[in-house]
């Protein structure tokens, strides 16, 4: 069976680019320099490696990624400007509840619009209120749901995003308040987007005749699909039923709905529809920073069986699920349990497992797509870092 590997789209550029005669042939610098610094604006305080780490891990160049930026437009589905009412005490909580009501909103861009408007509301007199005030809404949001990730990780990154700026030392407040709205709403606006980046980016990688196997109900997998289906892409998804909620239905609905071809499968036939497959399409709750991902249990074995098969692996997540853990195994992940009907009774002697999530080590995935470019495991530690600086 034909597969491509996750260098086929360089190949394919490489190889039309000689079929045009377009190929440079290398001059002396090069041969001499075989590593140069891909980057004419160099930064003195970024160490080389960071600035040839595209070159060595990542296989999206940033061209590419600003045209798949530019392509879905300046905000592919506007959310409507909701306003707290100002007869009311301002709650982050309600906030938060109210946009995340929104379809298709992901908990944690819902999380950073409330931490936009908690700027928005506050009656600080000082940046260390500000701030303070700010820090207390975040954890606020945190304890809502001790068990997200992708909610931790969206709190901090926002916090990290808006207040690291040395201009508000040299500011008046209320200028000072200004540009932390101003960072704060270009937060939001690119958390919103992308989804929308990581499709475009994706699209080359599906082809036509390819098999998707997918586990779960994930949104940005969904979107990755839907504009393949738009693309008038010829595939079909196998979609694993998803047992105890069964989301893998919820997505074989949505799929028939674009008139995609679908199978839905028992969740112990992965091995057994293994060799029809030519790639493996999941969702991640949380990406750490080993390269490892968290996702909906059942994850985990699948990228076993699909490594043992050579079978791609591709993750799709946002960048605002980038968490700062560093699990060794499965039982370093925080409990997250949820209730599970068999259907028949379990006599109270029998313990039953009711985790819902498991963690997938690098080693078995292939390539991360994510709104900062499509990622080798490897690379996502140092773009970690760079969040968080």
Known sequence: MWW???????????????????????????????NPNPNPNSNPKTSAYYETRAAHHGVVTSDWLAQAQAAIGPDPDPLPQLRPDPDKPFSV??????????????????????????????????????????KKA?????????????????????MRYVTRTS????????SAKSRLIERAEKFGEISHKARKVIA???????????????HGFSRVVLEVLKLAAQNKKLFRVFCTEGRPDRTGLRLSNELAKLDVPVK??????????????????????????????????GTYQIALVAHGMNK????????????????????????????IDF?????????VERSARDYTPPQYLTLLFTDLGVLTPSVVSDELIQLYL
């Open 264 to 297: 839905l499968l028992i969740d112990s036939a992965v091995a057994y529809t293994m060799d029809e497959v030519d790639m493996v399409f999941v969702g991640a709750d949380g990406v750490v920073e080993s390269g490892g991902i968290i996702n909906m249990m």
């Open 138 to 158: 975040s954890d606020t949001l945190k304890s809502w749901d001790a068990t997200s990730i992708s909610l931790t990780a969206g709190c901090d990154l926002f």
């Open 312 to 339: 791609p692996v591709y993750v799709a997540a946002e960048s605002y699920k980038f968490a700062r853990l560093y699990p060794l195994d499965q039982k370093d992940l925080a409990p997250a349990l949820r209730p």
């Open 200 to 214: 475009m980016l994706s699209q080359d990688f599906i082809f036509d005749g390819c098999t998707i196997l997918v």
């Open 343 to 351: 259907g028949v009774p379990i006599p109270s002697k029998v313990e």
């Open 4 to 34: 491509r590997s996750a260098s086929f789209i360089m190949d394919r550029q490489q190889n039309e680019a000689a079929l045009k005669g377009d190929t440079v042939a290398p001059t002396d610098s090069s041969i001499s320099n075989p």
């Open 167 to 174: 201009a508000l030392e040299y500011e008046d407040f209320n």
């Open 93 to 134: 909580i309600k906030e938060f509840n109210n946009w995340r009501i929104q379809p298709h909103l992901a908990e944690a861009v819902a999380a950073i619009r409330a931490l936009a408007a908690v700027i928005r509301t506050s009656q600080a007199t000082t940046m260390m209120q500000l701030e303070m005030e700010l």
